[in-house]
């Protein structure tokens, strides 16, 4: 037992320096989408791959010290988006900041204060010191539409471009993605209009040199909305905290779908440590929900993918605020809960293979494979010499190998989703249908099959040569 811990930890640590190696700012501050493609790229012309946390209170609740600790601990485990709210949700116009510093005069969009909005800037500038984007939302969206929550709703279309374009240019050249909405869906003529002005003053502020998208309410979808604007680059959908086994690959491949071409993501989907439709008498989504959600996602097209738990969000701490629904994890024992180790390991997977010709692609799947949650999901690369599934209950998989035709021996092992590590099955001709099970099945126990070229310089991610 000691000797398979002491190899854990080992493997753990060789893989979390891996993915905690910075990417310069220039290069992350020049992002951008090539066109009719589904990923996003970094200004170095290599792939960016989103993998997100939703750190909404960042800027409202922490001191730069603990942002420190928040973003060094993110950084360490390969996650490459900090999701943070300028005008925060919990009373984040009249509740100050950890130096008592308020957003606004009077509530008013066009008078910013410049301490505050320096704290700010402190911590975008840590982020992107430390390899890391900040995907911006100029507010939480009870300010335009309090269907919810504190509000008080202070944006009109002309005030809304004022202050998206004093953010545009105060963060023109900066590592930030911007994230319009804010949690609302822009209910009324009035309010699309609003959300097209601020859009339209950040472009104004930083020349449209930095990508566009629109965080909505859960299960809504930003392409039904915007999808045919030109300032939104990318789609995202909140598949949100309602029901364990959310099929999130729907709303995925649907937005694969569509044209314009445009990349997409679930941008929020169920949080790890939430308590289920906000019932703690549910239960609580554990790490298994988080990963599920990625990889049905992931390997239906989405171009990355955003994690959450419910303490880190709200940076739960009972001595300063009350829990939000339930929360009961400190957010700094919150920082490493399994499922955020888990999402860089699915990272990592990716990276090691040349993950943006990956294609969803279900049809490799032969056997029967139930709409329920342990549904498989499938991608092949387009240039049919690599493939993954994902079977999150450890079902079976028989996989039409014939569809690997540019490889004509393959190398075929399973990746364990929860560990990262990897497991060698054996090699095969690219003929015929294959099964391959797993060494342990059930829900909860999932697992990615791989499938290579095995002479490609790739093949094997994690076994030994």
Request: charged share 25%.
């Given at each position: 037992?000691?000797?398979?811990s002491?190899f854990?930890?080992a493997?753990l640590a060789?893989?979390l320096?891996?993915?905690?190696q910075?990417?310069?700012p220039?290069a992350?501050?020049k992002?951008y989408i090539?066109?009719d493609?589904?990923?996003l ?6 792939p960016?791959f989103?993998l997100g946390?939703?750190a ?6 922490l001191?730069?010290?603990?942002a420190?600790?928040y ?6 485990k390969?996650?490459t ?6 005008l925060?949700?919990?009373?984040g ?5 950890a130096y008592?510093?308020l957003?606004l005069k ?6 910013p204060v410049?301490a505050?909005f ?6 975008i500038n840590?982020a992107?010191?430390?390899g ?6 100029p507010?939480?969206?009870?300010k335009?539409n309090?269907?919810w929550?504190?509000g008080?709703?202070?944006f009109?279309?002309?005030?809304a ?8 240019r105060?963060y ?12 609302r869906?822009p209910?009324g003529e ?16 930083n ?17 039904g909305f915007f999808?045919?604007d030109?300032w ?12 364990r086994n959310k099929k ?15 990349p997409?993501l679930d941008g929020?989907?169920?949080?790890e ?20 959600a990625a990889?049905?996602a992931m390997l239906?097209?989405?171009?990355g ?5 419910h303490?880190?969000w709200q940076?739960?701490?009972?001595a ?11 957010w ?5 809960s399994?499922?955020a180790?888990?999402?860089g390991y699915?990272?990592?997977l990716?990276e090691?293979?040349?993950?943006t010709?990956l294609?969803?692609e279900q049809s490799v799947i ?9 549904h ?10 690599f493939?993954f ?6 079902r ?5 190998l014939?569809?690997?035709k540019a ?7 399973w990746?364990n ?5 990897t497991?060698r099955?054996g090699t095969?001709?690219?003929t015929?249908?294959q099964?391959?099970?797993?060494y ?5 126990t ?6 290579d ?13």
């Open positions: 037992m000691l000797a398979r002491a854990f930890f493997f060789i893989t320096s891996a993915a905690g910075k990417t310069a220039a992350l501050s992002l090539l066109k493609k589904r990923y790229m970094r200004g170095d012309q290599k960016f989103w946390d939703t909404w209170e960042l800027f409202h609740r001191t730069r010290e603990e420190d600790l973003l060094k601990n993110r950084a360490a390969g996650f988006v900090i999701q943070a709210v300028a925060a949700e919990f009373d116009l009249t509740q100050p900041n008592g510093q957003p009077n509530n008013d969009p066009t008078q410049e505050y320096q704290h700010v800037d402190w911590v840590r992107g010191e430390l890391l984007v900040v995907g911006l939302l507010t939480w969206g009870d335009f309090k269907k929550g504190k008080p709703e202070i009109t279309p002309e005030n471009r004022r202050y998206g374009e004093y953010l545009g105060r023109r050249n900066k590592p930030v993605i911007w994230i319009l909405g804010g949690d869906n209910e009035t309010r699309m209009t609003l959300i097209r002005a601020m859009a339209e003053g950040i472009r104004s502020g020349g449209g040199t930095q990508l566009m998208t629109y965080h909505p309410m859960g299960d809504s979808n930003s392409a999808h045919s030109t939104l680059n990318f789609n995202m959908f909140q598949s949100g905290h309602a029901a999130n690959y729907v709303i995925q491949r649907q937005n694969y779908s569509l044209f314009p071409v445009k997409t929020e989907p169920r949080y440590d939430h308590p289920v439709d906000w019932k703690p008498e549910q239960g609580y989504f554990d790490d298994f929900d988080v990963r599920q990889w049905w239906s097209g989405g171009c993918h955003t994690y959450g738990n303490s880190i940076f739960f701490d009972v300063r605020n009350p829990p939000i629904s339930a929360a009961r994890t400190h700094t024992r919150a920082m490493d399994p499922g180790f888990q999402m699915l990272r990592r990716y090691s293979h040349p993950w010709r294609l969803p032969l056997n029967n494979n139930p709409d329920d949650g342990g498989q999901v499938a991608a092949l690369s387009e240039d049919d010499n493939l599934a994902y079977t999150p209950h450890g079976p998989l028989t996989i039409d014939s569809r690997l490889a004509p021996q393959l190398l075929a092992y990746f989703p929860r560990d990262g590590r497991q099955i095969f001709p690219n015929g249908r099964e391959f099970k797993p342990a099945a059930g829900p909860g999932d697992w990615v099959l791989v499938v070229d095995a002479k490609a310089p790739w093949a094997g991610y994690g076994l030994k040569k």
